[in-house]
């Protein structure tokens, strides 16, 4: 019959839904949804702002990268400019 019991709690079937009745216990139930939403949001906005810092480190990369060719091109053909009117 103990054993039962506890097979029946693991099962949690045709318990219903439970939820605060009193002033109090509703309370303390909105506070901790509260927390919990904070949290999840909190871990949500960290991934978030890790993913969009690794984005804009590699567009600034990409951004250096097109002014060294340009820089380079330039030069190249401001070289070949003066070569030509020698």
Do not use: W
Not at 20 to 29: C, D, F, N, S
Not at 46 to 74: Q, W
């Amino acid at each position: 019959m103990h054993f039962g019991l506890h097979l029946q709690l693991l099962q949690l079937q045709d318990m219903g839904d439970v939820y605060p009745v009193t002033a109090e216990g509703r309370i303390i139930g909105g506070i901790l949804i509260s927390i919990g939403i904070a949290v999840i949001l909190g871990f949500v906005s960290r991934y978030g702002t890790t993913l969009i810092e690794a984005r804009a480190k590699s567009n600034v990369k990409d951004k250096i990268d097109r002014i060294k060719v340009l820089r380079y091109f330039y030069i190249s053909c401001h070289e070949t400019k003066l070569v030509l009117l020698e």
